[in-house]
């Protein structure tokens, strides 16, 4: 059975020709699927039975559902979404005063096995489909409707997986969100995350996009960001840095440095010392220094607040556009690092 929201709108409109149905009927189903997020042609019920009939024995809708909910004490929602095939990823809408972010993942599993991420420490089963990444979007967007009565503002890509690793997938789903037919959201309220893929980032330059990139640093030597994030040895800082430049030179799009702070690993005053250096290279807006969040599987521990205390003065004495980022939803498995605790369970 072929999925019908793969199907172009001209694939639609031959099959009504074929049929004996007026074109209309083709964006009606158009609308259906995209504009009413029908979960079944059943649903479809501007359409006669007998072309719903005839639909079915060609085409199905598979959807991802809401399989289990978290709530944190902060108001953050964790969602474990199943899939079609009966497989799991996590989605969480992040709750703040003046923005409704949804944090989004992009495959089932991650390749990448960086040391501090729950995802991680799970094998890599499948890139999402464009069409699952927007109904994940959809449902996190519902919840803030439901839960709160406002609309998604953000959406961040920090979610399970690599997204420049289902890159035509992701930049599809980008596309469809943003869309008029879709949320109508602006690329610059859209942030892609990644742990570093040099080719990809020059990709996404030459393809001119228009969202925000966020590079995963969390470490400004390469020996230390090989021990704690395996890609560095095929994607090293020196590479790093020349696809962003690349794509900062491409797009002019705002860049964004994430920096996980690790007690006795990169908080010392050396490391600060090599993040600025880092930070100089690259015309980073910001850089996001995030408290660390504990999983099962790593020995990792939070600096003592006085470390960070230091660590966020140099950086300001320097010059640097520092932010420190608290993690929510920490209570439920649901801040930064955390996604798969109970997925890989499930």
Not at 46 to 73: A, G, W
Not at 214 to 236: C, G, T, V, W
């Given at each position: ?37 029908a979960s079944s ?41 199943k899939l079609h ?111 570093g893929v040099a ?148």
């Open positions: 059975m072929k999925n019908l929201r793969h199907a172009p709108l001209a694939e639609i409109e031959q099959l009504m020709k074929e049929l004996g149905e007026p074109k209309f009927r083709a964006a009606q189903i158009h609308d259906w699927i995209w504009k009413k997020h042609i059943d649903e479809m019920s501007n359409l006669s039975k007998k072309l719903r009939e005839q639909l079915l024995e060609v085409y199905q809708i598979p959807k991802v559902t809401i399989d289990h909910s978290q709530f944190s004490n902060d108001g953050t929602i964790k969602s474990r979404l095939d009966n497989r799991f990823i996590e989605g969480v809408l992040i709750p703040t005063e003046k923005r409704m972010t949804a944090c989004v993942s992009s495959q089932v599993g991650c390749s990448l096995s960086c040391k501090f991420c729950a995802t991680g420490y799970l094998p890599r089963a499948r890139n999402l489909e464009f069409d699952e990444i927007v109904d994940e979007v959809t449902l996190i967007n519902q919840q803030a409707e439901t839960h709160f009565g406002r609309h998604l503002s953000n959406i961040v890509f920090m979610g399970m997986g690599e997204p420049l690793l289902n890159y035509k997938n992701v930049l599809k789903a980008i596309e469809r969100i943003t869309s008029p037919e879709g949320l109508g959201m602006s690329p610059r309220r859209i942030t892609l995350s990644t742990a080719k990809m980032i020059k990709q996404l330059g030459d393809d001119e996009v228009r969202f925000k990139l966020a590079l995963s640093l969390h470490a400004a030597n390469d020996q230390k960001r090989n021990e704690i994030m395996p890609i560095n040895e095929s994607n090293n800082l020196k590479t790093l840095i020349e696809s962003l430049l690349y794509f900062y030179q491409k797009t002019g799009n705002e860049i964004t440095f994430e920096y996980i702070l690790f007690k006795n690993f990169n908080d010392s005053r050396k490391d600060a010392e090599e993040l600025v250096k880092i930070y100089r290279q690259v015309p980073a807006d910001l850089v996001n220094i995030i408290e660390y969040n504990a999983i099962d599987d790593a020995d990792f521990e939070k600096p003592e607040e006085n470390v960070v205390d230091q660590f966020m003065e140099y950086l300001a004495a320097n010059r640097v556009n520092a932010r420190l980022r608290r993690s929510r939803g920490k209570d439920i498995d649901a801040a930064c690092g955390q996604l798969a605790n109970v997925t890989r369970t499930a």
